[in-house]
């Protein structure tokens, strides 16, 4: 099994990955330290229904590069991890299961702090937290969602005005892929700002209440590719801005809340070539991770929401770096990222 990993794509130079089996309570996951050269890796637990092991260890491994990057462009005292279990969240959640999760990060020592993400929630995590301290997000507060379609919001608001020269979303045509916690409450941001929706989801019920609240024309997942229209919002799984896609695309800016959203590094130029500014994912959707940190260092939550808004002035920096350089705005991320990590 090293030797697979070792030999996998998405390995990159990782400090730890752990194997976590638990039979009583069916616990299948991995755990995933990418850098802990800032502090203590920190980023969510998914659960998803996952079609192979191979699957899984693709999708920690490159969540938890990403979640390194997040954390050092974000400024935050923390480095990056990412734990997956393998199950259907409709179906094999337990509180044993929980507690499990929460006995392998127990005996990881506090080099890995969790938190929800997809297929968890809060209440998940309060049952890890009867096992270990080594977890955030806990409780009715608990949900970073609210902050991340904020950081989203904002970075938005930052691409509109550099690429298209005005202050206002009022009339702009945003398609937005994926309508969970976040990408719903997104939407709800940018119906407000007077932004014109196109949205697409496999949960007809959020279609449904996207229609009745913001007045949203609804197309199918696929057919989301090919809405003309200002702006793409992913915010569902990543990969979806790929060599197929792109070439579909009819935006002039790329800002949604979805991680690894480019399927290759290249797709980043060819964005900047095909003029489509793109804002870097894990520097647009960090709103979330800045919450859960501060809630686990104890900072004031009164800070949070500051600490968000600065996500309008790193893609402001990013933008106009990319700009006069000639280069991807992905590239520009990824180097001020490790200047700052890799020390």
């Not at 229904?49 to 999708?59: F, K, L, P, Q, T």
């Amino acid at each position: 099994m090293s030797a697979f990993i070792f030999n996998e794509v998405n390995f990159d130079d990782h400090e730890q990955v752990v194997f976590v089996s638990e039979p009583k309570s069916g616990l299948k996951g991995i755990i995933a330290v990418h850098n802990t050269s800032l502090g203590p890796a920190m980023g969510g637990c998914r659960m998803w229904n996952y079609a192979n092991e191979a699957a899984a260890v693709n999708d920690v491994l490159r969540l938890s590069r990403g979640m390194t990057y997040k954390n050092a462009v974000a400024g935050l005292p923390i480095g990056g991890g990412k734990s997956v279990i393998l199950g259907n969240p409709k179906t094999d959640k337990t509180p044993a299961l929980f507690e499990a999760l929460g006995e392998a990060l127990e005996r990881l020592g506090g080099r890995y702090i969790t938190a929800e993400d997809i297929g968890t929630s809060p209440q998940d995590m309060a049952f890890v937290a009867h096992k270990t301290g080594f977890v955030a997000g806990l409780g009715a507060s608990g949900d970073p969602s609210p902050f991340t379609a904020l950081g989203c919001f904002v970075g938005l608001q930052a691409a509109v005005k550099h690429r298209l020269k005005r202050d206002s979303l009022e009339g702009l045509i945003v398609s937005v892929q994926g309508l969970g916690h976040v990408g719903y409450d997104y939407a709800r941001r940018l119906h407000a700002a007077g932004a014109k929706l196109v949205v697409a989801d496999v949960d007809t019920v959020a279609l449904e209440r996207a229609r009745e609240e913001f007045g949203a024309q609804i197309v199918s997942v696929d057919a989301i590719y090919d809405v003309p229209a200002d702006i793409y919002a992913p915010c569902a799984l990543g990969a979806t801005l790929n060599r197929d896609t792109l070439s579909r695309l009819q935006v002039q800016i790329v800002a949604g809340a979805a991680n690894n959203q480019l399927a290759t590094a290249d797709v980043g130029d060819m964005l900047r070539q095909k003029g489509v500014l793109y804002a870097p994912d894990f520097v647009i959707n960090a709103g979330g991770i800045i919450k859960v940190c501060y809630e686990y260092l104890n900072r004031p939550e009164a800070d949070v929401e500051a600490h968000v808004h600065q996500i309008s002035e790193t893609l402001t920096e990013i933008f106009t770096c990319a700009e006069r350089d000639e280069r991807a705005t992905s590239a520009v991320a990824d180097e001020i990222a490790r200047a700052r990590f890799m020390r």
